[in-house]
């Protein structure tokens, strides 16, 4: 079994000054998805934090609902460290690839009333997305909502959001220069000189030996063409900022 990391509350506020670099409005983004879920639910939520990483989604959750069923989902063993020393039994943690179909048998139980997911899934290539929103549907109630909030930039801002990604890149670089927050490499290089996340850093090498991201960012239009093929009843904008935004689906 691996070791819990020492200190995962220093190691969630470092990867969350690292993510908040990139995504000043995450906080924002976070607390909408939050607020979605509380509008379909009535009892304690089941909700499934997919590609949750550190637990970041699933700690808000359980900050907003303590009462929630919570499983966290990734592959990442250095990120899945954090999170299972962050969320101990508050949380069901489940190991499996969301490239390979067989992801949601690794699942403690179907029937979610929420699947939430945060700048991941452009992680995946465009036809694993299509075929995932499909899959995505099966694990959740009649009634259950899906949110993905990821880089959807908008076709018919091409100026404005060139212009908004270049302050935003201004504003992380002064952070940058500040220490007031530490690059996505550094993150990394730090987690590979700690004792306990440095030999999962070369495990994760291996599960993904030319880098994680295929970078696919289409616009909303795309995502919500993909989940009306996907079966869901309803999709559409939940919340926007800037090139990010995120998509709703109820099934």
């Not at 997919?50 to 959750?61: D, E, P």
């Not at 850093?201 to 994680?212: L, M, N, Y």
């Amino acid at each position: 079994m691996t070791p819990y990391v020492a200190d995962p509350g220093a190691w969630q506020e470092s990867w969350d000054l690292q993510q908040s670099a990139f995504m000043p409005d995450r906080e924002h983004r976070i607390a909408a998805m939050i607020d979605a879920v509380e509008a379909v639910t009535e009892d304690p939520p089941r909700v499934l934090d997919l590609a949750g990483g550190t637990g970041s989604i699933a700690l808000r959750v359980l900050r907003r609902l303590p009462g929630a069923q919570v499983t966290l989902l990734d592959v990442d063993p250095v990120l899945l460290c954090i999170a299972r020393a962050s969320l101990r039994d508050r949380a069901q943690i489940v190991t499996a690839d969301l490239r390979d179909p067989a992801w949601t048998g690794a699942l403690p139980h179907a029937g979610y009333d929420a699947v939430l997911a945060a700048t991941a899934l452009h992680w995946l290539p465009a036809e694993r997305l299509r075929v995932l929103y499909g899959e995505i549907r099966t694990v959740l109630r009649p009634g259950g909502l899906l949110v993905n909030a990821d880089h959807m930039p908008d076709p018919q801002l091409p100026g404005l959001t060139k212009q908004l990604v270049a302050s935003a890149d201004a504003r992380r670089d002064a952070r940058y220069a500040a220490g007031a927050a530490p690059t996505w490499s550094a993150w990394w290089d730090l987690a590979a000189a700690n004792p306990v996340l440095g030999p999962l850093a070369a495990d994760r090498a291996v599960i993904h030996p030319k880098g994680a991201s295929a970078e696919f960012l289409p616009p909303v239009s795309w995502h919500l063409e993909a989940l009306r093929d996907a079966g869901f009843t309803e999709s559409g904008t939940l919340w926007r900022g800037g090139p990010d935004a995120a998509v709703a689906a109820v099934r």
